[in-house]
Each structure stands twice: as C-alpha cells, then as structure tokens.
C-alpha cells in the first residue's frame, strides 16, 4: 500500500490536469460558464425554501431569517456531496480507453470528479459567503470549525466516489443504484430540515454520515454554537474508514479493470 | 540496476470468453448455480480460455527485441501485460524501468482542449511532469509542425493531424523501455519516417526497445533477435531472420489449414527467366506464378495481381478476366495454377506485390495474398515517380543568338 500511495504522490500532476479537464470541459461552450456551478446549489436552496415556508405555516412559527441561512449552508456541500460522487461514479467508465490502454494509478479518476466537484463547491460557496456577508451574518469563533468539517465531508465523498467508481465498472447496476440513492438522499439527509425537528427520533438519522457534518456546519454559521462533537466524531471516522476501504477496494479491483471494462 | 531491462518467466494470461455478469440480476443466479450445481462450474471454466502460456524471455538492456506472430496469436495481450495494463494471470514479470508505449497515440487527447492543453494532459498522462513538459513544450511542437493550429480545440483537427501530435508528445518521453504496436502502419510517408528515426535515436541513446508487430521489414530492420509466438505459446527466440522464415512457414500452414474459406491462395512466387527473383532491372520481365486450393466448390474466380508502391498504395491491377482470360471455377480439391507475365515498367524503388481471388459479380473477395518480400526495381537512369516511361535526351545544345520561337523543335510543325 506504501508503494501505491507513492506512486499515487507521483502522479499528482495528472490528478490536477485531469481535474483541470473536467472543469474546462463542462464549461466550454456553454454560455452561462462559472454561473451553472451555482445554478444547482441556488435550486436547491431555493427548494428548502418553500419546504421550510411550508413548515413554518403548518406548525405556525414564522420563518426566520436563520432558518434561510441554515438551508443555504447545507444545501451548498450537499450540492458538492451528489456531483462528486455521480462523477467520481462514472469517471473510469467514461474514460475507458484510458484505462485498458496506459498504464498509471487509476485512482486518479475518481480522486479528479472530486477535485473538480470542489472547484464548483468553491464557486458556489463564494457566491453564498458574499451573500451572507451582505446579510451581516452574526460571525462568532465556531467558524474555525468549518474548514474541520468540510475536510471531513470531502474526505468521505472521495472515499464514496473511489468505492462506487470500481464497482460500477463490474455491475452497472451501480451506477442506477448510486443515482436512486443520490436523488432521494436529500430527504433523508437534513438538508431542508433539521434533525432537531424530529424530536427524538431524528437522532437515527444523523447515522447518515453526512447528517453531523451538514448539522454542525449550519450549528456554526447560522447558530454560532459548536457543533455536536460525538458525532462529528462519528463522521469522522466513517469518513477516514470509507476513505481507506474505498481506497484499498480499488486498488483491489484495479488489475482486474482493463479485461472487465 | 542489472543489465536486464525486460524478463518475463514462465507467463500465463487467461480470459474468459464471452459477457461477464455485467448486471447483479446475472450475477445472483450465476452464484447460486455455482453453488448447488457443480455442473455450472465446469461449464464456466470451459468459457476460459489461455491467451499466453509460458511465456519466457529476457530483453537486454539497449537491446532492440521483437515480438511477431499472426493474428490472434497472443500479441495484443503481450503488449497489455508488458504496459503494465494487466496482470499476468501466473509467472513473474519484470521491468524496472520507466516504460512508454507508441500505441493508441493521442489514447488521451480530449477533443474539445486545444492542441496546446492537450500536450499537458497527454504528457502528464504519460507521466511526464509539469514542468518536464513546459520545457520541452516548443520542442514537441517543432516537431508535430502544428504550430499554428496549437491553440485550435483538437476536435477540428484531421486525423493525420491528431496522429502527429500524439506522436510528437510520446515521442518526448525519454522512457527506458519503448513499446512499439502497429503504428507505423498509420500515418503518412513523413511521419513514418519520424517515427523511424526516432527509434533510431531511443536505440542510440540506449534504451530499449521492444517491438510488436506484424510488419516484417521494419522488424527485420531494426531488430537483431525476434520472438515468435503462436497460438499464445512461444514457438522460437532467436535471430529475426529464422524467426521470420518459421513466421512464413506458420502462416502458410494457417492458410491452408483455414477451411472457412472455399478457396485459398497457396503460393506466389516472382521469377525472371532464371528463377525466383526480387530485384529487377526497369523494364525487365518478369512472371508471377500463382496457385490456389479449392476446399468447397467454387465458381466465377478470377485472379488479381496489384502493384502497390512503397506505401502500400495500389499503382497497377489487373486480372485474368481483364485481361480477357475468364473466370473459373473449381471442384472442391482441385488447384489452379495461374502465370502472369508482366514487363516492369516502374521507375527506381521499392514495390510490393498483392494477389487476391476475386468474383466480378457478387463482388466478393475469396482471399488475398500479400508477398512478403519487396520489389526491388532498379535503372541505370536516374528518375523519380512509380513509373518509367524511358527517357532519352536526343538534343541537348546551346544555339547562337537569333533563334525564332517557332523553330523550337524542327521535328514538329508550328501549331498555329
């Protein structure tokens, strides 16, 4: 595994330039350009919105202004969370002949969807930190828990992506699969909700590693308090493990890619 | 570092024939039949088939070494496992050293990046650095000579193009073991020659060289010591030119071996009036004799002969039915023998030599045979072009002032 990880540190250069290529690609030729990468995010936000406008009239509290904010700071890395893994997903199928023609470390693939996933993550979170500034957001010293938090988040998404992205390229079903479960994930992540509103009962779902990390990150920003520890703790090493089984899954199935592709 | 730059030891490669279970719904009752039936299990083993078995051999470093063999024979899977692509299924393979192949060039290039991001992409592919790349950058497009395209997206490149350019990035690599496949078989006259003088310069330089391919005379050319293999089994490593002759005696025999097609060509043979016969003079005779075996019957054959030139372009062809002899048509068992006579009317060079049966009607070709050895054509009178058309110089003076324009030529009336 230390021979791979070197190698994988050589070929650094190319995880970059194959990012590079995946954010030139999506945006040349398109008119719009940088403003797709927070086209997606503003829709979500926008959704949370109305669920939350909803809420607030079913359950008769008015919606305040830190409700928005909270939707907005977790729709944004959830945004992230779904195209990096749907990219990181199809990575090695799409390049296929790269695959089954040269040789280098493959992990590349998935690890670039991510990094370029991230770029659009910094175009939108710029666009939003703008905003919020505008807004005169009450800032307070839990934010040093956000670049923690987001470190977790993609540590985990990349884990995800190099898991799905082997095994899709055995089963195509994953693929289906990976997009059902990226759809409807939304309702059972707290993404226009939190898990405060279940009750008790919400606690189940911050089993969903990705639920702390949304929940702290609104925690910090929109409440300026500091987020719920155990569990952070809990994404944590979920992320770390899905990052060191994802990664030594692929790199078991590695040389079996290029006859299986 | 040994001075051994490739060995493989005893290599197997296995592939399964047929769909692997691509979907879960395959794969469940597959499982299960593999457990409660052992039935299943045989018959999935039966599906795998050996691509290369006990494969051994050791290539020196600065070694220029050659891998032939007809198709199917196991080459494309020697070239996935000597790439590093795949792993040999049992044995051990060695390389120690930085590997670059020349196959698939421009396997990376991305059709809407501009030439100049596709060099970066395409060199990082290849594992080149950044900065190893930035430096070189000129050179490499010096010599696509694609300098004014570089900042054109790649997708309005033409083919010939693409091809350069993804040579000239590969070709930067400064890599200890060169792969070579089948890539001189593309491109045009200019770029095979910088293809071949740039392996000139790698052997040079020392590094080695492998080659994988079925063009004999460039393998013949560069390559001291060939391996023949057939079948994925090693046949013969040794000198090229007896791994060359057991190469010919093997297709031969594949050939007349292959029974789906109805009739096939068993020999061809170039003579002058003395006998076999490669190098001829300018308009010298010569005469081609042709067989071919009937496995089924067969009617309406008739015989083409093709005189391609040194890039394999078609010059010359004709036919017996052409040329008036017919069509025709064979019981199962039966040969045709078959003479051309021909007068070698091409200029200075080199030619290759095709035949191939063919039926006019239903346009179908039975088989085709391309002689292996070249043509060599030579002429005390210096000239150029494919053909002869036998010149002579019968005035060559200098007259005095006063000439009139109309007697240019005394033999010839004025025109107007």
């Known amino acids: ?261 | 570092m040994s001075d051994v730059a490739v060995r493989m030891e005893n290599v197997y490669k296995k592939f399964r024939k047929g769909e692997i279970y691509n979907t879960l719904r395959d794969l469940i009752p597959a499982l299960t039949g593999k457990m409660f039936q052992q039935q299943e299990l045989s018959a999935s083993d039966k599906r795998e088939f050996w691509a290369l078995q006990d494969i051994s051999f050791e290539v020196k470093r600065g070694e220029a070494f050659a891998i032939i063999g007809p198709n199917g024979a196991g080459k494309s899977t020697m070239l996935k496992l000597l790439s590093r692509v795949m792993k040999p299924t049992r044995g051990s393979f060695y390389l120690p050293g930085k590997c670059s192949a020349l196959i698939e060039l421009g396997a990376g290039f991305h059709q809407d990046l501009t030439g100049r991001e596709n060099i970066y992409l395409y060199g990082t592919i290849l594992g080149m650095t950044k900065r190893e790349i930035a430096t070189k950058f000129d050179d490499i497009v010096d010599f696509s000579g694609l300098a004014e395209f570089i900042d054109t997206p790649i997708k309005r490149y033409s083919s010939g193009m693409y091809t350069r350019l993804g040579f000239a990035v590969a070709s930067h690599v400064n890599p200890d073991v060169l792969l070579v496949d089948e890539v001189l078989s593309v491109g045009d006259a200019l770029f095979q020659r910088q293809c071949i003088e740039y392996m000139q310069t790698i052997i040079q330089n020392g590094a080695t060289v492998l080659f994988v391919s079925h063009n004999l005379r460039t393998v013949a050319e560069f390559c001291p010591r060939t391996l023949l293999i057939d079948h994925g089994r090693e046949v013969t490593t040794g000198p090229t030119a007896k791994a060359i002759n057991e190469y010919k005696s093997r297709l031969q025999e594949h050939r007349l071996a292959d029974q789906s097609r109805p009739v096939v060509i068993t020999g061809v043979e170039v003579r002058d009036d003395n006998g076999p016969c490669h190098r001829f003079q300018t308009g010298q005779k010569a005469w081609i004799d042709i067989e071919a075996l009937a496995h089924q019957a067969c009617s309406k054959i008739a015989v083409v002969i093709a005189v391609l030139d040194e890039n394999h372009d078609e010059l010359f062809a004709t036919s017996t039915e052409r040329l008036r002899h017919g069509s025709v048509s064979l019981k199962s068992g039966e040969v045709l023998r078959c003479t051309f006579e021909i007068d070698l009317g091409l200029g200075p060079g080199i030619y290759y030599l095709s035949v191939f049966l063919f039926r006019y009607d239903s346009d179908h070709r039975f088989d085709n045979w391309q002689v292996t050895e070249s043509i060599l054509v030579w002429s005390a009178d210096d000239t150029t072009g494919p053909v002869n058309l036998f010149p002579k110089v019968v005035r060559h003076e200098v007259c005095g002032s006063g000439v009139t324009q109309n007697r240019l030529n005394p033999l010839v009336r004025s025109r107007s």
Request: aromatic share 14%; with cysteine; proline share 5%.
């Open chain 1, 1 to 261: 595994m230390k021979d791979s990880l070197i190698e994988l540190y050589q070929y650094r250069e190319l995880l970059y330039m194959l990012a590079y290529r995946d954010i030139k690609v999506r945006y040349k030729q398109s008119i719009m350009g940088f403003l797709w990468a927070i086209l997606m995010p503003i829709l979500i936000i926008m959704a949370g919105i109305v669920v939350r406008y909803a809420y607030a009239l079913a359950s008769g509290k008015p919606l305040e202004s830190a409700d928005i904010i909270e939707v907005a700071v977790k729709s944004v890395p959830w945004a992230f969370v779904v195209s990096s893994v749907r990219f990181g997903c199809n990575s090695l199928v799409n390049n296929s002949n790269l695959v089954t023609k040269i040789y280098f470390p493959k992990e590349v693939f998935p690890l670039a969807a991510a990094l370029a996933s991230l770029f659009d993550f910094a175009v939108a979170s710029s666009a939003l930190l703008i905003v919020l500034v505008a807004i005169r957001v009450h800032w307070s010293v839990q934010l040093l828990w956000v670049p923690a938090l987001l470190l977790i988040m993609v540590v985990l998404a990349s884990g995800f992506g190099m898991m799905v992205s082997a095994a899709s390229l055995f089963f195509r079903d994953v693929k289906y699969l990976v997009e059902v479960l990226l759809t409807f994930g939304i309702f059972f992540t707290p993404v226009f909700y939190s898990v405060s509103m279940l009750g008790n009962k919400g606690r189940w779902l911050l089993l969903n590693p990705v639920a702390p990390i949304l929940e702290g990150l609104s925690a910090c920003i929109a409440h300026q308090q500091s987020p719920n520890l155990p569990w952070i703790g809990y994404s944590l090493s979920f992320a770390i493990a899905v990052f060191i089984g994802g990664y030594l899954f692929f790199k078991h199935l590695e040389p079996a890619f290029a006859e299986s592709i």
